[in-house]
């Protein structure tokens, strides 16, 4: 067992030594709004992917915070004015965010059927009090957002167009030989909530699940039904299958 546990970890240390990104992924957050943060540890540099409605304002706070903490003072906000994205600091719930040093860099600005695309790029660190600081070792992110209820730039109250995504998972991103060596296996859905499945052409002898220590979460026999995770803690995971021919392959899998 012990030596097991000991291939398995280095295994794991192996993969995370190759991930040089980690991503939220796409995060779904109002009717029409998405947000997507990417984190590359080479240059230090945070990757911004957001969505909204063309012809309105819509913002994003984003940070360590809890459920109902949105627009609280001195929280690093991003929101669209109608010709660029501007970087601002919250005054408290109620008050309009003031603009501060930009030290986003716009790349694409896109429409497409009625929903803007907004692609900005920022070192994790700005050396600015008004910027949040990314941390690569983190594994999860705050996110909350609103939107004008109506087609209009000017910063106003946007009623029930607002909400919250906490402790969203901040994932280590397969590499082009990862992605080809996983080829044969795959979990979905991944984030996954309570349960997975394993797809694949093999024919699975075992599913063993290791938290991010290496040490064994969860061990399955039978992977032709969905696969019950629903004790987990939250956070990043590795599934390791091995089919019925001995092939064996480990799969990064983010519980909610």
């Known amino acids: 067992m012990k030596k097991t546990l000991l291939t398995v970890s280095l295994g794991l240390l192996a993969l995370v030594a190759q991930a040089q990104t980690k991503s939220t992924g796409t995060v779904n ?8 943060i990417d984190l590359n540890s080479t240059n230090s540099t945070a990757t911004l992917t957001l969505t909204g409605p063309s012809d309105r304002w819509f913002a994003l706070q984003f940070g360590s915070f809890g459920q109902g903490q ?11 004015n109608g010709t660029t994205l501007i970087d601002a600091v919250h005054n408290g719930i109620g008050s309009a965010p003031t603009p501060d040093t930009n030290n986003w860099t716009v790349t694409s600005n896109t429409v497409a059927a009625g929903t803007r695309t907004i692609v900005a790029t920022r070192a994790f660190d700005t050396a600015s009090s008004s910027d949040y600081t990314f941390v690569y070792a983190n594994t999860s992110i705050d996110f ?26 901040l994932a280590p991103v397969l590499g082009v030989d990862e992605i080809e060596a996983a080829k044969k296996f795959a979990i979905y859905p991944n984030p996954s909530n309570n ?11 075992s599913v063993v699940i290791y938290d991010a220590t290496g040490k064994q979460a969860a061990r399955f ?25 001995n092939e064996t392959s ?3 899998l983010v519980k909610k």
């Not at 957050?29 to 997507?36: D, E, Y």
């Not at 609103?146 to 909400?163: C, D, E, I, Q, W």
């Not at 969905?226 to 021919?245: C, K, P, R």
């Open 29 to 36: 957050l109002l009717a029409g709004m998405t947000a997507k």
């Open 144 to 169: 909350a957002f609103s939107r004008m209820s109506s087609a209009s730039f000017a910063l106003a109250y946007h009623g029930a167009n607002r909400g919250y995504q906490i402790d969203v998972p």
């Open 250 to 252: 480990i799969e990064r």
């Open 195 to 205: 349960q997975f499945s394993i797809r694949t052409d093999e024919d699975v002898k």
């Open 221 to 245: 026999s039978n992977s032709k039904e969905m696969l019950d995770i629903s004790s987990l803690q939250s956070g990043l995971y590795f599934v390791e299958i091995q089919s019925t021919n």
């Open 70 to 80: 949105g627009m609280e003072a001195g929280q690093d906000v991003v929101y669209y």
